[in-house]
């Protein structure tokens, strides 16, 4: 056994029969392929087994199980030159990466999520991309990061790509890790189809064709990137830089005040209205909509929350600032596209 699946045994704490092959000939550069089910294992296993062989493919996460839930996963992989890609069936409601995960395995990787079915959340950076089939978005394994599900079972492609494949096409990926490119646009449209091609075609590719298709899906995943509003925006000035900086920390640290507004941030951080505004006249969004974007964000991982089942949709909204149930209602559904009684529902208890 590797030294890696062997510390992966002690870090789940949960015994399972016999994990899962080496899945990948690094030094082979053409197409290699590995499936694994939960189905091969006994139930008690099952779990154990499955983390094993994500965390074997991507990077090292956690799970938070599901109650009174049957637990089933299936991944086929592929490895093209250092591009991996895996489709993922289960039915996990959040995976994380921690930072003691982070201190275990610190190797830099760009994880990028293509939503096949479903609907899924990527939390990262103080940001919440919500996913539906077809839209894809980007986390960064040095960083902690959160994926929420909300089906009883969702597919997902998950690609795993070193750092600097992609450093040298988009210049300020930092900013743009748990955002949604959508579908609809010509990369994420392309991206989702190459990679349903490769799933079909990876046995008769040769190491070239391996080569070059690994090189394509990295520049889509670029040229998506690149279509989001923020990519292309006007760097800010480091003073500029400073006061947005001093702006999210104090809308984050009172969110859950219902005066928070953009007269009230002004008072509080001494400066005028006006020269709050051309602050943020380079952001993605205007401050007042970054404030109710943030407060939907907080409201949607509080409505998929187990734990929070006995608190009303009223109550959750009110709790982050919300003081009005019907504009918070129209305000989720225009994000959504559901309301949010619909959303709570299609959640897994």
């Keep these: 056994m590797s030294h890696g699946v062997e510390h992966r045994r002690h870090v789940l704490d949960a015994p399972f029969a016999a994990p899962p092959k080496p899945l990948f000939d690094g030094a082979n550069l053409a197409a290699t392929h590995h499936h694994a089910s939960t189905e091969e294992v006994a139930p008690d296993q099952r779990f154990a087994y499955w ?70 959340i990527v939390c990262q950076d103080g940001r919440s991309a919500v996913l539906k089939p077809g839209d894809f978005a980007l986390h960064d394994s040095t960083r902690p990061f959160e994926l929420i599900f909300d089906d009883q079972s969702h597919d997902v492609t998950t690609l795993r790509l070193p750092c600097s494949a992609l450093d040298i096409h988009v210049s300020n990926i930092h900013e743009l890790t748990a955002t949604a490119v959508s579908g609809s646009v010509a990369a994420g449209h392309l991206l989702a189809s190459m990679v349903t091609m490769l799933a079909r075609d990876f046995s008769r590719l040769p190491t070239p064709a391996a080569q070059s298709l690994s090189e394509a899906i990295t520049s889509l995943v670029a040229a998506g990137l690149r279509s989001l509003p923020v990519a292309n925006l006007k760097r800010p000035t480091n003073l500029q830089a400073y006061h947005v900086g001093r702006v999210h920390a104090y809308v984050n640290e009172h969110l859950r005040d219902p005066d928070l507004s953009v007269a009230a941030i002004a008072r509080a951080l001494d400066m005028s209205a006006d020269h709050l505004s051309r602050i943020f006249k ?54 959504h596209g559901m309301s949010p009684r619909q959303w709570r529902a299609g959640q897994p208890v």
């Design 51 to 120: 983390l094993n062989m994500i965390c074997n493919t991507f990077v090292d996460l956690e799970y938070e199980p599901q109650a009174a839930t049957a637990f089933h996963g299936e991944i086929t992989s592929l490895r093209l030159g250092s591009l991996t890609v895996g489709n993922i069936r289960s039915n996990a409601a959040r995976v994380r990466r921690t930072p003691d995960r982070i201190r275990r395995e610190p190797e830099a990787y760009y994880l990028v999520q293509i939503q096949r079915q479903g609907t899924g």
């Design 282 to 335: 380079h952001e993605p969004m205007p401050l007042s909509r970054l404030i109710w974007q943030s407060r939907l964000a907080a409201c949607t991982k509080d409505l998929h929350d187990p734990k929070l089942r006995h608190r009303s949709i009223s109550e959750i909204a009110f709790a982050w600032g919300f003081n009005d149930a019907a504009h918070f209602s129209r305000a989720f559904k225009e994000r």
